[in-house]
């Protein structure tokens, strides 16, 4: 397996385990929020699903340009999709489009700058490798909530 290919390994396996975490929250909880101000289960996930499309131009073009009205735009349309099934379908759907993406890439090119209107340098392999972090860390922000439903 070369480094492509374990990415592509990690990042399904990763998608797959965000949502088997966020189904074992009740249902009428996967909009709780733990404090105000604090993000629910379901809107991280709706930014697991939508995050890839809005920011395809890091991978496509090696730059991606923000701003508060494309963020707040995003924020608006994510916020529609509130079906842990459709979210799951979308994010699952964006998902196939990265590793197609990560397919066609070459090794070679992982060093490659990639502009990123946020503080450090960003590369080829951080691009390619964000979904699944995002992912994971996500993961991790909702079994914080569960444990605090929990508790």
Known sequence: MNA???????????????FEVARRLPAEKLDWKPAPGARSALCQLQEIATALPEFWPMFTERKMEWDGAQFERWM??????????????ITKKNTQLL???????????????????????????DILSYHYWNAAYHEGQIMYIASLIEA
Do not use: C, H, W
Not at 76 to 89: F, G, M, Q, V
Not at 114 to 120: I, R, T, W
């Open 76 to 89: 608006t349309e994510r916020a529609k999709i509130t079906s842990l099934d459709e979210l799951e379908a």
């Open 4 to 18: 492509l290919e374990l990415l592509i390994y990690l990042t399904e396996k990763q998608v797959d385990r965000v």
């Open 99 to 125: 590793v197609e993406f990560i397919k066609a890439s070459d090794a070679n090119d992982l060093t490659a700058p990639v502009q990123m209107p946020f503080p450090g340098e960003f590369n080829v392999a």
